[in-house]
């Protein structure tokens, strides 16, 4: 056992902080304290264009498929030094989610025509899996997919339902989707992975403005939506195999250490800079404690994280452990939201504008107060996304303790 | 010992009641919160035509008797209904400051504006570096021959935008925070010198920031006496918190219900999610913090008459009660509703983000936690 950096590996640090510092877009500085909903799809995609470039946009995948073949500790190294200069982060759908299912049960075909759309950045992803009526429960999902046959289409499915939640489906250009292919089976035996072209006659994209007042989600409505039999993953009514595959990486990505240490320091300096009685409110013994809790709560996350990663590369996982992650995860993300929204005080009230905002709007407040009230409430969504944080403890209870 | 409410109590609930349930629903304030102005002055007009605004004063200044349980009804209901119209700055605050403070004329030249519903007035007391210390203020009122000259700048002002009159704190002497040297002065949004910026606040309301460049008052604006406002603005502030402490309970109340109600719809693996144990008890637990609060915000509005040390820890203890239990609510109703909770559309955001400004208004747990510790 060994915690230290080695000289290779501090070498590396300093490679890859040179890297960002000369490459990532001035004008984005203070992107990864944005909101999604608020940026345009271009600057979204800035940086994920840059680093595709250099070869570094997926450091995860094996190297075949566009890879770096980096160390664990080499893939850590990189996430600490993005949190650091507090890059945008980079959308998961195409690179985490759907990218690895692709490259595990695509056939080669599929290799060859999707993954270089999701590496450039060319295809934007969403992802198709809760409906209205399957959020926790997912495999009882609806949208159906018969099998149908014609001249004009060859072999195709028709889709016929709804999903909701979509991040970021106004922009996507593609969406991967579970779907039920048999009415009959047992839940999670009829179910399918389609990749469905957004463009496709039958598709509309409603927007959900959640209650921080941004554009994140959406409902999307599939309607005689046809689609080659060609974009079937793997085998028909497999995809609840490859579901869970891809949302095991969801949770491991989920844990997001490294921006909550960036995070905490920013809170830090909040706390430093707002005054109680003319002293730093960091200076008091409740919140300072408060702050402390949080961060050894994080330094336990981290080591927990790290233990889970090499494991992995032992060839072991992401097991059900991953769960952990991302309870713990969220957790800290929400609470440091919360301590935020604590040390601003009165100023926490101002709402940020979101939507429509002409850039003439009058912000009262430092500038490290603004948005502070609706960054927590959006947190809010984490333990209910990838799983709900309810749902992680029924996969501990069952996989892991064996309940 | 009873804690049953009076005959002419139930039939004031019960007029807010029908009126919140007529005019008040949750389509309707969302749609009114996103307009320019953000309010309705035709609702103000008919609290007041029910005799809302008259309710807490005494007769003989024009009310209708009652005094904080009234408030707190009215409160109770207001959160149940999400109300944005300025009840807590006009009438308990302006008309606070009014009753304990201020003179005869003052009374008999200004309530009736109030109870009448013609007068909508904020109070700016918060200033940046002074976070919830009351007491800790740069902005100044100088003695100007009979009156005073006003200097300064003051934060977060809710309600302004709808005002046409401010409540001020201002320090006539001592050191910044220093408890001895505040005044509290009634200066006119209008008078030449005060210039505000508006904006919306995250829970659908509106505030100002407030600056005053050598504003001029007569001696008639001065509430109480001079130097001696601290006192007067804590006891107020406290009335305020009994008031709020009402309002996060109405809150809450609508919370807990929506959300029992959402779990006993809401199928998931073919059962009511409220079949499942791990919320059954979650929804208990919001059900105890919403009752512990209840009974906090009835010893808070029992208790304002009482002495300062009594007071101050039961309005404190009230604000750490509700600030806790509204934030576990909040975020567990959202939780429980799913990424529903989540959305603009539904009204538990809105509940949740109202409870989370309550906390803040006024001084946040910690700081009411320290107040109490220090009182006792």
Known sequence: MDMRFSPEELAFRDEVREFIASNYPQELKGGARRSRGEMSKEDILRWHRILYKKGWIVPHWPVEYGGTGWTITQRYIWNEENARAETSPLLPFGLSMVGPVIYTFGNEEQKKRFLPGILSGDDWWCQGYSEPGSGSDLASLRTKAVRAKSEKDGDHYIVNGGKTWTTLAQFADWMFCLVRTDPNAKAQEGISFLLIDMKTPGITVRPIITMDGAHEVNEVFLEDVKVPVENLIGEENKGWTYAKFLLGNERSGIAGVARSKKAIERLKNIANAELIDGAPLMKTDEFSRKVAELEIDLSALEVTELRTLAAESKGRGPGPEASILKIKGTEIQQRITELAVEAVGNYAMVQAPRMEATGNEFVPGPDYSTGTAQDYFNMRKTSIYGGSNEIQHNIIAKMVLGL | ?376
């Open chain 2, 1 to 376: 010992m009873d804690f049953s409410f009076t005959e002419e109590q139930t039939l004031l609930r019960n007029t807010v009641q029908s009126l919140l349930a007529d005019k008040y629903d949750f389509d309707t304030r969302r749609k009114v919160t996103k307009t320019a102005e953000g309010w309705r002055p035709e609702i103000w007009a008919q609290f007041a035509e029910l005799g809302l605004l008259a309710a807490p004063f005494s007769e003989e200044l024009g009310g209708l008797g009652g005094g904080p349980i009234e408030n707190m009804i009215v409160m109770e209901e207001f959160g149940r209904h999400l109300v944005v119209e300025p009840y807590v700055e006009t009438v308990v605050i302006a008309g606070g400051f009014l009753r304990e403070g201020g003179t005869k004329e003052q009374q008999e030249a200004l309530i009736p504006g109030i109870v009448g519903g013609e007068t909508v007035w904020a109070f700016a007391y918060a200033e940046p570096q002074g976070r919830y210390n009351l007491a800790d203020l740069t902005t100044t009122a100088k003695k100007d021959g009979s009156g005073y000259t006003i200097n300064g700048y003051k934060a977060v002002v809710l309600g302004a935008p709808w005002a046409q009159k401010l409540i001020v704190t201002a320090r006539t002497s001592g050191g910044q925070r220093d408890r001895d040297g505040v005044s509290v002065f009634i200066v006119d949004k209008s008078a030449a010198g005060v210039s505000t910026r508006d904006y919306p606040t995250v829970d659908g309301r509106r505030a100002s920031e407030i600056t005053f460049e050598n504003v001029k008052v007569g001696a008639d604006a001065l509430i109480g006496a001079e130097g001696k406002g601290l006192a007067l603005v804590e006891k107020i502030t406290d009335e305020a918190i009994a008031a709020l402490s009402a309002e996060a309970i109405g809150c809450m109340k609508e919370l807990n219900t929506a959300t029992v109600e959402y779990c006993k719809t809401r199928k998931q693996f073919g059962v009511p999610i409220g079949k499942f144990q791990v919320l059954q008890h979650r929804m208990v637990d919001m059900f105890m913090a919403h009752e512990q609060s209840v009974s906090m915000t009835y010893m808070v509005n029992l208790k304002l008459g009482e002495s300062d040390v009594e007071r101050t820890k039961a309005a404190a203890g009230a604000k750490v009660q509700i600030g806790k239990a509204g934030r576990f609510v909040g975020q567990q109703a959202v939780q429980l509703h799913g990424g529903m909770g989540m959305t603009d559309e539904l009204n538990v955001g809105h509940y949740f983000k109202r409870l989370t400004m309550i906390d803040t208004q006024f001084g946040n747990v910690d700081h009411q936690l320290k107040r109490y510790s220090e009182a006792a």
